[in-house]
């Protein structure tokens, strides 16, 4: 867990899609597009056909970037706050640092395949050992391989945690100064968060965090090849879906990552189902003023659960081992509930369930859970499914190796300038910077920043002044929209900022808000804490159905001098552009 949190850190610190919390996508051309979407089917395929009939995404990321995703035909959309944390996850697993330099001075050879490596690495193991994976070499030892050009492009091993920090870059008096309530709401994870920020909601997806804690402790002191583990991902039928993730190293900052359902993964949404409605309808906790429920709402309620609780029992009756055991604990911890009157309590005006009832309820719950843990938390394939996959993840990094190998120098490039600011110049004079964020979708466009890692003694780096200006900026203006503000513009010494949020119809048309837009306290603006923004979308827009609303968010960065009215028609301006480059279209096609 240390790990990921330290990742975070140093991600959120030098990412703009970390910072704002929102999938940056790669932009690269048609031709390579076309190839990496055919490229991920057939690997998917292939994944499916070695036996793992639950494969329903593949992925391809580029350092923080996805540069390609696939998912089969009945699988669940894959949200942007899972994208998010299985990239947080595969830079953990395998971090990369190198500068566009170094990257392009770096000759790539094809990866050995995993069985190959297995062979050769066999010898040197002892006979007890059985884990699949490369041993580190010590540090002679590589430098002996790369002087005799022996030297594989596999990942090198993970480093420690001390490579993963937030550098601290004094502020200028006349700066863009954070105020002293931003401090105090946005902080750095090395120091002791403030209470506000110290617990997510409850009913929230921990994405992935706590479920690979101990997998990523266990193999990130290894450099491997081949990880799987458990996540739990986020589908309109369950908030804690299980699934498999598989990572293979494809190039230096190229992951393949193929995620996959776990067997029995419907029991999971019962199981949550139940346990959110002992949550949300206060049955353990008490009604709230002592009041009983109208029409019928609490006779609903415990028809609502029992359908929950008939689903998991009927679905559990056949399983054998412990799992029989948690199946009789479970039917006769219901028998309790339903004797122990939940139904007259749901009904009557009572403000706390009668003790009986209470303990019922409680031992309830906690075989509910003691079955996910069972279910999911434990889960391990057979050995023999673990090994042919092992396998079909060999022939599947070969295959994805050998199609993409080709566009290595360009795809280095690309990582890490995506978006130049030179594309813009010339339409909107006096523009410094941006940051697009579509809500709808959570994905960002905006232009790289490259700082430069070793500056040479005496030189000034703008690059490094510009992201500690942009850093200032985001945090301030979440700062703003906490407060309910959802427009400003702000001139500060040399430079003017300038933050919008907008709702729009599906159609493109502007909305404005049915209600106003109120202050907030709790965690600040992003989607990995909570979906802050489809929460602000529900509050303004109550009549509306989700998803009928779309958000956006533009940030801009001028030169100082450009007047507020220009600073108004460029933001303008520049939204119609980006929305219409996006390559996603919200409004619909006219066939006539």
């Not at 494809?250 to 996959?260: D, Q, R």
């Not at 500056?455 to 309910?484: C, I």
């Not at 001139?491 to 202050?519: A, H, I, T």
């Not at 979906?531 to 827009?541: K, P, S, V």
Request: charged residues 20%; aromatic residues 8%.
């Amino acid at each position: 867990m240390s790990r990921l949190i330290n990742t975070w850190a140093h991600l959120a610190s030098t990412e703009q899609s970390f910072l704002v919390e929102a999938v940056e996508r790669l932009n690269v051309n048609q031709a390579l597009n076309e190839t990496c979407i055919n490229m991920l089917e057939q690997a998917l395929s292939k994944v499916r056909s070695g036996g793992d009939k639950h494969a329903v995404h593949a992925l391809l990321l580029v350092n923080t970037k996805l540069l390609a995703l696939y998912s089969s035909r009945n699988a669940c959309e894959l949200q942007a706050a899972d994208i998010l944390a299985i990239t947080l996850v595969v830079r953990t697993l395998f971090p990369t640092g190198d500068s566009l330099e170094e990257l392009l001075s770096f000759t790539h050879t094809p990866s050995t395949p995993l069985s190959v490596r297995r062979v050769t690495t066999e010898r040197s193991l002892t006979p007890s050992s059985t884990e699949y994976y490369s041993p580190s070499s010590s540090v002679e030892e590589t430098e002996q391989e790369k002087s005799e050009g022996q030297g594989d492009s596999s990942p090198l091993p993970v480093p420690s945690r001390d490579m993963f920090h937030t550098p601290i870059i004094p502020h200028e008096q006349d700066s863009f100064h954070t105020p002293a309530a931003v401090q105090d709401s946005f902080y750095t994870p090395h120091q002791p968060a403030p209470a506000s920020h110290r617990a997510p909601q409850p009913e929230q997806n921990p994405l992935l965090l706590s479920a690979c804690e101990e997998a990523v402790d266990e193999t990130a002191e290894r450099s491997q090849e081949y990880f799987h583990m458990p996540a739990f991902l986020q589908t309109p039928l369950c908030t804690h879906s299980p699934h498999l993730l598989h990572c293979v190293p494809i190039m230096p900052g190229t992951v393949l990552v193929i995620v996959s359902e776990v067997p029995k993964s419907h029991l999971a949404g019962h199981i949550c189902q139940c346990l959110l409605t002992l949550v949300t309808t206060e049955m353990m906790q008490g009604k709230k003023g002592g009041s009983a429920r109208e029409g019928g709402q609490g006779r609903n309620l415990v028809e609502v659960l029992e359908g929950n609780v008939k689903r998991v029992l009927d679905a559990t009756r056949k399983m054998k081992g412990g799992l029989e055991r948690v199946h009789k604990d479970l039917v006769n911890r219901w028998d309790l509930v339903r004797k122990g009157g939940l139904l007259e309590y749901m009904d009557s005006a009572a403000a706390n369930p009668p003790p009986r009832l209470e303990t019922a309820l409680s031992e309830f719950t906690r075989t509910l859970k003691v079955l996910f843990r069972l279910l999911f938390l434990t889960y391990k394939p057979p050995q023999a499914a673990e090994d042919k996959q092992r396998e079909t993840m060999d022939t599947v990094q070969e295959l994805v190796s050998k199609k993409i190998c080709d566009y290595k120098d360009y795809l280095s490039v690309k990582a890490q300038r995506n978006v130049t600011m030179t594309t813009y110049l010339e339409d909107f004079p006096g523009l410094i910077h941006f940051l697009y964020i579509d809500r709808s979708m959570d994905l960002v466009i905006a232009p790289a920043i490259n700082v430069t890692t070793h500056p040479e003694p005496g030189s000034f780096d703008h690059t490094a002044v510009l992201k500690v200006k942009v850093w200032e900026m985001v945090r301030r203006w979440q700062h703003y929209l906490q407060n309910s503000f959802t427009s400003s513009v702000v001139r500060d010494g040399d430079f003017c900022y300038s933050y919008f949020l907008w709702f729009e119809d599906p159609s493109g048309n502007p909305l404005s808000p049915q209600q106003p837009v109120k202050q907030v306290q709790g965690a600040p603006p992003g989607i990995l804490a909570g979906h802050y923004y489809r929460d602000l979308c529900a509050r303004c827009f109550p009549t509306m159905p989700v998803g009928a609303v779309n958000c956006y968010e533009l940030m801009c960065m001028h030169v100082g001098v450009v007047p507020a009215e220009f600073v108004a028609s460029h933001c303008r301006k520049l939204a119609a552009m980006l929305w219409e480059t996006s390559g996603e279209a919200h409004s619909p096609i006219s066939l006539l």
